[in-house]
DNA sequence: CCATTCTCTGAACTCTCGTTCATTTTTCAA
DNA sequence: TTGAAAAATGAACGAGAGTTCAGAGAATGG
């Protein structure tokens, strides 16, 4: 009755679901983004949202519910869009930098979620012990493994030097984190794009000179 | 009558006073690098220091003054060793090898503090508005700034590439960052200090091979 | 040994949310 | 138009946790 059964059609009702669903998404990220999860309230979510405290659980069962859907989605989006260009990419050296791209288009057009996003890298309180958080934390352990894999192949294939494949992937993501977290920080001083060529640099050649 | 005016001697009382006082503060970090602030309830910490919840209130004046007192004096800890460490070096690189070092000595001693020094670094807005905060957030600031101080000199120096100092300084910590995330993941596995030479190779020479 | 002061205690208080649900409003097919 | 189903509402509820405080217990000094 609610699945348009089978085929791929929903109907305007499920369309105007998700618009909702997604308006308080939306919502509740820019609120997550700027005093975390322990400090923004259900209440404030619904009137960011515009709609009423009660109704948030006609969409999310629980507030930790709907933090780690948002969490959950949109990793799943960074992920793909990462896989999808790495593997269109030949060479380590031209899939890394296929990542380094993927994440600089999604962040310059998700900054809230930057913030977010470490957090959870960092562990940053870790508040929530139930199963949906297991997904999440699964979801970015695969995002790292992948990495792992660029770095594996690239060391194999003498384009990287012969380091722990798990501790280049982590320098990587400390580094990338820096360049994001200036950016962040620094307001619209300058885009995160033209810092690419620096990002790779050091990465690749270090900060030593000659 | 509690301060021993004027000369730098303390009273047994004094002493007795501060003992429990470290004894608290062992207890809430411990607490709160395993849960979080969050997570971490005032008895539960008035349970692990051996007090009633009533005591811990005659040394702290609310729970989010343990934490800040707690973050502050620990950064400050480091922060000490680390200046003095690399005010005895020569040049740029030996300076920076001695922030290397002494993060290293301090965390290898100190695993717990770890993860609460993360969570802070790359998140200041959080719960806490009041005058703690902001001094602990100064801290941290001057720590870095006299990474960014190192990075000047050594680029005028010659000694780093003519990237922004900022830059240099946060993606170092951003390196170093990594490995001590392994590190404390891995449990027992190897040491930290084995790890240096290849955290300095990184972030001097970068990942690429040849 | 007593009296006073300091310290500890933990039950009670209070306040803040997350969550629920009876009621109202809206939707939409017949 | 109408009435039943779906959605929205927001006041009320309850659990959890930070904080307080009146009384108990130690420590100290005369």
Known sequence: MNESSENGKISRKEREFLMRRNEIMAAAMRLFAGKGFHNTT???????????TGSLYNFFKSKEAL??????????KIEADVRVRKDQAKGPAEKLEAVVDSLIDYFEANRDFFKIFSMHQDHFEWPMKGELA???????????????????????????????????????????????????????KGT???????????FYRGSAKG
Chains 1, 2 share one sequence.
């Not at 995160?192 to 050091?202: A, G, H, Q, S, T």
Request: glycine share 4%.
């Open 67 to 76: 933090y780690l859907t948002l969490l959950r989605e949109e990793i799943e």
């Open 42 to 52: 259900m209440s404030e979510i619904a009137k960011e949202a515009e709609f009423s």
């Open 134 to 188: 297991q997904v999440v934390r699964a979801k970015y352990l695969s995002f790292i493994a992948e990495l792992v894999e660029v770095f594996k192949q690239g060391i194999a294939q003498g384009a990287f030097k012969a380091h722990e494949p798990e501790e280049l992937a982590l320098c990587f993501m400390g580094v990338m984190n820096s360049f994001l977290f200036l950016w962040i920080e620094t307001e619209p």
């Open 192 to 202: 995160l794009r033209e810092k690419k060529p620096v990002i790779l640099d050091i």
